[in-house]
């Protein structure tokens, strides 16, 4: 009988994480203090993150950081994660292609954030902090701090879009039943907010208000700090336990891909599938694509440009190298939330500029067509992020196909879409539509921030 799922037992949990920026040739270059234009240090990160992970996101030297035992015994609860072969897909698809996926949707929130969810709280705690904040939109990150925040013993307040927070009911319960507190976004709880309610008391909220509220919140709290779920490095280097438990997973099947593919946001559960095998690229030398699946109505691998730029709207954070279409791009309404970036992370975007991986762009109704089929081969329904991963997948075993060859194909399942069930609703009543950016409309945007390159 043929393996469909590939297994790790629990003291195969990865005990370092991967910085790849260590063997990088080019370093990804530094974060900006937005005022005086000088290179971020360490210490200025420290009033708003914890020591720990400051550190870490600075860190352009160690390889490998240590996993603390506390975080490896907690990542047990439902690491290690299956590797899958797709046969269900590859049959439907009758290709030779050889279909695996890393199931990251079988963690108790659905989906890969809550690695380093646990890895920010572990550091929070160790520190003496007994309050943190953040923001959430669709509210995936909210739903694993909380978790994490409960598991360690922290006073949690998340700042959830109001259109969200109205909208996406059930993941506001899973942060409640965990014990977090839900404030809707923009709130009387903070100056910001109490501003923007007293000049628009109808303001629906966005991601950029919500930040600024959890963060002034952080500021103003003793003992608090702020989290922020992608986009950083120390966020992509807790990801990396995917791909390093990966890489053993597919040494026992016996096979090495030829493509990895994750879906990209602001790029977390992306360097967390690739960056292990990417090491094998840039220590090796070894032939191995990697690809990025971003949505085709919020495109900056394939059409932003690589310059610095903040990583929120409004404007408040240092400034990020990175390929991005603006900060002040406002994308489309799509299903895939997590997708609704404006930017890609300084790693990734290095990477990126440096040609070591590629990008490709997907139209949401191509991903919901792929999400079905991935569905009803597979019987898991994916996020509609993950969907934009699947979809290139697809598209890899479909060439194959067509050039008669064998391929091996990874991506990652970033998550599962059973809370998401109301878009795929929308899509199976024929109401989705596609949405696509014009280049016009990335330059005009750009063409609006400061060009430092
Ligand atoms: C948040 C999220 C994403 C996008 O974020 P990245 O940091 O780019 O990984 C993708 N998939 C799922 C399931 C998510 O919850």
Not at 184 to 212: C, E, F, V
Not at 337 to 345: E, Q, S
Not at 421 to 435: K, R, V
Request: hydrophobic residues 40%; contains cysteine.
């Amino acid at each position: 009988m043929s393996t469909k799922k590939f297994l790790l037992e629990e003291k195969d949990i990865p005990t370092a994480w991967y910085n790849i920026v260590a063997d990088m040739k080019n370093k990804p270059r530094p974060m900006l203090n937005p005022q005086t234009k000088q290179p971020l240090k360490e210490e200025d990160l420290y009033p708003l993150f914890s020591k720990g992970v400051s550190h870490q996101e600075m860190n352009t030297t160690d390889a490998w950081i240590e996993i603390p035992e506390e975080v490896r015994e907690l990542y047990k609860v439902w690491r290690p994660t299956p590797l899958v072969r797709a046969y269900g897909l590859e049959k439907m698809l009758d290709t030779p292609a050889h279909i695996y996926f890393k199931n990251e949707s079988v963690s108790p929130i659905g989906s890969h954030k809550l690695n380093s969810a646990l890895a920010q709280a572990y550091y929070c705690k160790q520190e003496g902090t007994t309050n943190i904040t953040t923001e959430t939109g669709a509210g995936q990150w909210g739903a694993a701090l909380s978790y994490a925040a409960k598991a360690f013993g922290l006073e949690l307040a998340v700042y959830m879009v109001k259109v969200s927070y109205h909208q996406k009911p059930y993941r506001r319960s899973i942060m409640q039943t965990f014990g977090a507190q839900v404030i809707a976004s923009p709130s009387m709880s903070t100056k910001a907010g109490r501003k923007i309610l007293t000049d628009h008391p109808n303001y629906q909220g966005s991601l950029g208000t919500a930040i600024s509220e959890a963060v002034e919140l952080a500021m103003q709290t003793p003992n608090c700090k702020y989290t922020l779920g992608s986009v950083l490095n120390h966020v992509m280097l807790h990801q990396t336990v995917i791909g390093l438990e990966a890489e053993k997973q597919m040494e026992m099947a016996g096979e090495y891909p030829d493509v990895v593919i994750g879906c990209f946001g602001g790029g977390s559960n992306f360097s967390g599938i690739t960056f292990p095998f990417l090491r094998h690229k840039l220590t090796e030398g070894k032939e191995i694509r990697i690809v990025a699946a971003e949505p085709a109505s919020c495109p900056k691998l394939t059409r932003g440009q690589f310059q610095y730029d903040f990583g929120d709207e409004a404007g408040y954070t240092p400034l990020i190298p990175m390929f991005t279409l603006g900060h002040n791009f406002a994308p489309a309404n799509i299903h895939a939330g997590g997708l609704r970036y404006h930017g890609a992370g300084s790693i990734v975007s290095q990477l990126m500029k440096d040609g070591l991986m590629n990008a490709a762009d997907i139209k949401q109704l191509d991903t919901f067509q792929a999400a079905t089929m991935f569905a009803q081969a597979e019987g898991i329904i994916p996020a509609p992020e993950s969907s934009h991963a699947i979809a290139v997948a697809i598209n890899e075993a479909l060439q194959a196909k067509e050039e008669g060859k064998q391929r091996t194909i990874l991506f990652n399942l970033s998550g599962h879409g059973l809370i998401d069930m109301a878009a795929y609703d929308q899509y199976l009543a024929g109401d989705l539509g596609n949405y696509e950016v014009t280049d016009e409309d990335v330059a005009k945007n750009l063409a609006e921030i400061e060009k430092i390159i």
